[in-house]
């Protein structure tokens, strides 16, 4: 699971400036570990800069070492994803789940997540292309991730080209 981009090197002892790509963005507090490609980076200190995070990793301690990280991605297993609230979920959990109607007629599979300001949009591939499915309580009407599927009310021109 991704949580965070490298942008840049910040100074000259090591530090990076971070993209945050996480809704929990403690996970960069100090003592906290994500991964590049598998290899461990462990927090040492972190603090917000313009809507971004400028972080030093324990084992980064030059400018050199810190571009080394430019452009890279922070990851953590899946298994360490922090819980969710009931009804909600991660998007790597909903992607690739099959769309039903609630008179049970498939749509399709979630390709990809829309994030947009109100609320998500799942990009549903289907045999005539791609949908639209607004993740508004008035048309997803159920996600059953254990089953593999989400369940839609087909409002009048959902499903329409």
């Known amino acids: 699971m991704t949580v965070g981009r490298v942008l840049a090197p910040w100074g000259l002892k090591g530090e990076v400036k971070v993209e945050v790509l996480t809704d929990f963005p403690q996970r960069f507090t100090p003592g906290q570990r994500v991964y590049i490609q598998g290899t461990p980076l462990d927090v040492e200190r972190s603090r917000p800069h313009k809507r971004k995070l400028v972080v030093k990793f324990t084992a980064v301690d030059s400018v050199e070492a810190a571009q080394e990280l430019r452009g890279r991605f922070l990851e ?58 607004p993740a508004i309580e008035d048309v997803v009407k159920a996600v059953e991730p254990d089953q593999g599927r989400v369940i839609i009310e087909a409002i009048e021109g959902l499903l329409e080209k």
Do not use: M
Request: charged share 15%; net charge negative.
């Open 76 to 133: 953590i297993p899946r298994s360490e994803a922090w819980p969710l609230p009931p009804g909600a979920y991660y998007h790597f959990e909903l992607i690739g789940l099959e769309v039903w109607t609630t008179q049970g007629e498939s749509v399709g599979k979630i390709a990809d997540i829309l994030v947009t300001g109100s609320n998500d949009v799942y990009v549903v591939k289907c045999p005539a292309g791609e949908v639209l499915i």
